[in-house]
C-alpha cells in the first residue's frame, strides 16, 4: 500500500520559512521522480518543484523559484521542500506526489500518487 504523508506546515509570518517533509513507504522509491503541488482556496492545484530520481535534476514553479528548494534522501524515503522569504500568496494546502519510476521529463509533473496535504499559512 502506498503512503505518502506530509509534515511540516504551518502558520509563519511573511517572510519567514518553513520546512515540508514527505514521507513515502510502499513504492520503489528511490528510482521514482517526487512533486509538490499546492492549492489555494478557490484556487486549481498548481505545481510547486519537482525533483528526479536522479536529485541533480529539479523544477520550480516561476513564483517559487529562488526561495523555494526541493531536495531528497534516498535513504530514508523523504523528500522536502525548503521554503523562504514567505509570501501570504504562498498559503495553501500543500500536497505532496510520486511519479511512475524512472519518468523524465518531471516538467510537466504527472504524479500518481498523492498524499493528504499539509496547510501552510502565511500572514502579515
Known amino acids: 500500500q502506498v503512503q505518502l504523508v506530509e509534515s511540516g506546515g504551518g502558520s509563519v509570518q511573511v517572510g519567514g520559512s518553513l520546512r515540508l517533509s514527505c514521507a513515502a513507504s510502499g513504492l520503489t522509491f528511490s528510482s521514482r521522480s517526487m512533486g509538490w503541488f499546492r492549492q489555494a482556496p478557490g484556487k486549481e492545484r498548481e505545481f510547486v518543484a519537482a525533483i528526479a530520481w536522479i536529485d541533480t535534476i529539479t523544477r520550480y514553479a516561476d513564483s517559487v523559484k529562488d526561495r523555494f528548494t526541493i531536495s531528497r534522501d534516498n535513504a530514508k524515503n523523504m523528500v522536502y521542500l525548503q521554503m523562504n522569504s514567505l509570501k501570504s500568496e504562498d498559503t495553501a494546502v500543500y500536497y505532496c506526489?510520486?511519479?511512475?519510476?524512472?519518468?523524465?521529463?518531471?516538467?510537466?509533473?504527472?504524479?500518481?500518487?498523492w498524499g493528504q496535504g499539509t496547510q501552510v499559512t502565511v500572514s502579515s
Open positions: 506526489g510520486a511519479a511512475e519510476p524512472r519518468k523524465l521529463p518531471i516538467s510537466p509533473f504527472l504524479g500518481i500518487y
